[in-house]
């Protein structure tokens, strides 16, 4: 088993760092919120007194936080913890961010002799407290090998995108592509409700026929259709549209650079943004369907 800092402790990172410690690793956790820290202080593991006291010592570092800028300050920062971590160590960054900010990180890690791989995560809350996690890996294939001993631990899907940063950028890919598909099928559902259907029938109809998709199936956006899915609990839990609406700027910016053509992404973006402006950001990103509601 191996000795593992993790730093970020939120509603994705804490679970994460709960499933290395019940898989047999020593993990030395930080984060700013003492909540989170008695958290998984509860569950066994170590609480450091700061980041660069969690790394001290570690053979891997895994970092979970909300933007670019703060993984570059981590790492990088005037307060960085770059110096502290050792030089046989691995550096794996799960947070969502831009690709460039993840090969600016790897670069000037490289630049001390440490390795990194970007592995931001796919599967929601749900997935980091059940461990089944998917991670999308860009970086070297024998550091992708070799994270495997700490991502098996919180995850069941693992890919090689390719090199640092195309973890990145396969994950907003992904995401883009999911708020498209949410929006559509929360747009067809109302449809068929302002005409007098039902959504349940509505539902079966479609997953039996050529509009089936994955937020239909499984994560249905209109209440009471399935159980156990954020729409059946007043849109609480789950992925929020604050954070579906970053990933979204994050498509938008990476399509800008390679000049992609990505005019549904473009709407989807607009769209979760209005929601969002609208006061549901804190709402799981299904509750897009309510955009489309009579009101």
């Given at each position: 088993?191996?000795?593992?800092?993790?730093?970020?402790?939120?509603?994705?990172?804490?679970?994460?760092?709960?499933?290395?410690?019940?898989?047999?690793?020593?993990?030395?956790?930080?984060?700013?919120?003492?909540?989170?820290?008695?958290?998984?202080?509860?569950?066994?593991?170590?609480?450091?007194?700061?980041?660069?006291?969690?790394?001290?010592?570690?053979?891997?570092?895994?970092?979970?936080?909300?933007?670019?800028?703060?993984?570059?300050?981590?790492?990088?920062?005037?307060?960085?913890?770059?110096?502290?971590?050792?030089?046989?160590?691995?550096?794996?960054?799960?947070?969502?961010?831009?690709?460039?900010?993840?090969?600016?990180?790897?670069?000037?890690?490289?630049?001390?002799?440490?390795?990194?791989?970007?592995?931001?995560?796919?599967?929601?809350?749900?997935?980091?407290?059940?461990?089944?996690?998917?991670?999308?890996?860009?970086?070297?294939?024998?550091?992708?090998?070799?994270?495997?001993?700490?991502?098996?631990?919180?995850?069941?899907?693992?890919?090689?995108?390719?090199?640092?940063?195309?973890?990145?950028?396969?994950?907003?890919?992904?995401?883009?592509?999911?708020?498209?598909?949410?929006?559509?099928?929360?747009?067809?559902?109302?449809?068929?409700?302002?005409?007098?259907?039902?959504?349940?029938?509505?539902?079966?109809?479609?997953?039996?026929?050529?509009?089936?998709?994955?937020?239909?199936?499984?994560?249905?956006?209109?209440?009471?259709v399935l159980p156990n899915v954020p729409s059946s609990n007043d849109y609480q839990g789950g992925f929020m549209v604050d954070l579906m609406a970053k990933d979204l700027g994050l498509a938008a910016e990476c399509a800008q650079l390679s000049q992609s053509a990505t005019p549904m992404g473009s709407q989807a973006r607009n769209l979760y943004v209005?929601?969002?402006?609208?006061?549901?950001?804190?709402?799981?990103?299904?509750?897009?369907?309510?955009?489309?509601?009579?009101?």
């Amino acid at each position: 088993m191996a000795t593992v800092a993790f730093i970020g402790l939120g509603n994705m990172g804490g679970p994460m760092a709960i499933n290395l410690v019940k898989a047999g690793h020593q993990v030395q956790a930080f984060d700013l919120s003492a909540a989170a820290l008695a958290q998984v202080e509860a569950e066994g593991a170590v609480v450091a007194t700061s980041a660069r006291a969690a790394v001290q010592g570690a053979e891997f570092v895994i970092s979970m936080l909300p933007a670019g800028k703060h993984v570059a300050a981590l790492y990088l920062g005037e307060q960085g913890v770059a110096d502290d971590i050792a030089p046989s160590a691995l550096v794996l960054d799960c947070s969502t961010i831009d690709a460039a900010t993840a090969r600016q990180v790897g670069a000037g890690l490289a630049a001390q002799g440490i390795a990194f791989i970007d592995a931001p995560v796919s599967g929601g809350v749900g997935g980091a407290k059940a461990g089944t996690l998917t991670f999308i890996v860009g970086g070297s294939a024998a550091n992708f090998e070799r994270a495997k001993t700490v991502l098996e631990a919180m995850g069941k899907n693992l890919f090689h995108a390719g090199d640092v940063g195309a973890g990145q950028v396969a994950k907003i890919c992904n995401n883009m592509l999911l708020s498209i598909l949410m929006a559509g099928t929360s747009e067809a559902l109302q449809l068929g409700i302002d005409n007098g259907l039902d959504p349940k029938v509505l539902s079966d109809i479609m997953l039996k026929s050529s509009g089936r998709n994955w937020t239909l199936e499984l994560y249905n956006p209109c209440p009471d259709v399935l159980p156990n899915v954020p729409s059946s609990n007043d849109y609480q839990g789950g992925f929020m549209v604050d954070l579906m609406a970053k990933d979204l700027g994050l498509a938008a910016e990476c399509a800008q650079l390679s000049q992609s053509a990505t005019p549904m992404g473009s709407q989807a973006r607009n769209l979760y943004v209005t929601h969002q402006r609208q006061g549901h950001g804190k709402l799981d990103f299904s509750s897009i369907f309510r955009f489309f509601a009579k009101k």
